[in-house]
């Protein structure tokens, strides 16, 4: 797996990376998350051997990338959203022929690896057009196909959905997790935190560079008691029934618009609503919104250091 120990980033006196300690083992996409600055990035440079930690150890499948860079490199890759990381000019098949000779992959080994990736990836029928051609969706998937080349035993991903379309997007989250049921070790970071919950079995939660929480986004949530919320849109809203629906449960706020809310661990919209009619407001909607992991993200950050979920 990948693991850290105490690892720590540091320019000039800003601290980026403050003591994190990271497991991510292959078959499992593990996600990284916090909000802007957090130290995601960063933490993804060191684990690829852009950056070198100010202190504090990383071990690569057991191997140390500090003494051992190279060796490191042939068994990860990294796949970042938004960025250039394939040749314009070159076609699909040419980029990965290019980038397999980086790796030093016997050719015999390279020709039918580079079929198998554009089939994986959607672009065998666009593997000898230049890539200037291609429309995002298609040169980030001529990405993912790069970070495979070197047959990765870990492959970090940066927001690698970045700004595709949703149906695009969609097709990239189903390889990433069929490269986890094939045993590759993912770690993930993606502001798009539906995407996190449908393919991180694991979460780790970091914030000013240090941990802040881990666990499934299901753990995450009850962690921050974050809860289902009901809200029930009473048309003439009257103090009658504002009392009641105050009585009913002492966590109830009346929102603007006729608008009572409650957020609660229970099923309670039936009893709130019937708690409502009877005392004789008359229901103009209802909505019952399931917690968020970007809720727990909010609250944790909100709450440094809160708790470590095993």
Not at 245 to 268: C, K, N, T, Y
């Amino acid at each position: 797996m990948i693991e850290t120990v105490n690892l720590r980033k540091q320019f000039g006196t800003k601290v980026a990376v403050d003591g994190l300690n990271l497991a991510i083992p292959t078959g499992r996409v593990t996600g990284l998350l916090g909000l802007n600055g957090a130290g995601k990035t960063t933490t993804i440079k060191i684990l690829t051997t852009l950056l070198r930690q100010t202190s504090g150890t990383v071990r690569i499948g057991g191997l140390d990338p500090v003494r051992r860079p190279h060796a490191v490199r042939k068994r990860i890759n990294l796949i970042a959203g938004g960025e250039r990381m394939v040749y314009a000019r070159m076609t699909g098949r040419e980029n990965l022929w290019y980038f397999g000779q980086l790796y030093d992959i016997p050719g015999k080994v390279l020709q039918p690896r580079i079929g198998e990736l554009l089939e994986l990836v959607g672009l065998t029928k666009a593997a000898d057009t230049r890539v200037e051609q291609y429309s995002r969706g298609m040169t980030q998937r001529l990405s993912i196909a790069r970070g495979l080349v070197n047959d990765p035993d870990y492959l970090l991903l940066d927001e690698p959905t970045l700004g595709l379309d949703a149906p695009i997007a969609r097709d990239l989250r189903k390889v990433v997790a069929e490269l986890a049921e094939r045993g590759k070790g993912v770690l993930l970071t993606s502001h798009y935190l539906a995407e996190v919950e449908q393919l991180c079995k694991h979460v780790y939660v970091i914030g000013d560079g240090r941990h802040l929480a881990a666990g499934t986004p299901a753990e995450l949530m009850a962690l921050t008691g974050c809860h289902r919320t009901v809200r029930v849109t009473v048309t003439g809203l009257t103090p009658e029934v504002e009392a009641a629906a105050l009585a009913f449960d002492p966590a109830v706020r009346v929102r603007p618009g006729g608008v009572i809310e409650l957020s609660h661990p229970g099923d309670v919209a039936g009893a709130l609503t019937t708690t409502i009619i009877e005392a004789g407001g008359t229901l103009g909607g209802l909505e019952i919104a399931e917690p968020s992991l970007e809720d727990a993200i909010l609250a944790l950050s909100d709450r440094p250091a809160l708790a470590v979920v095993a």
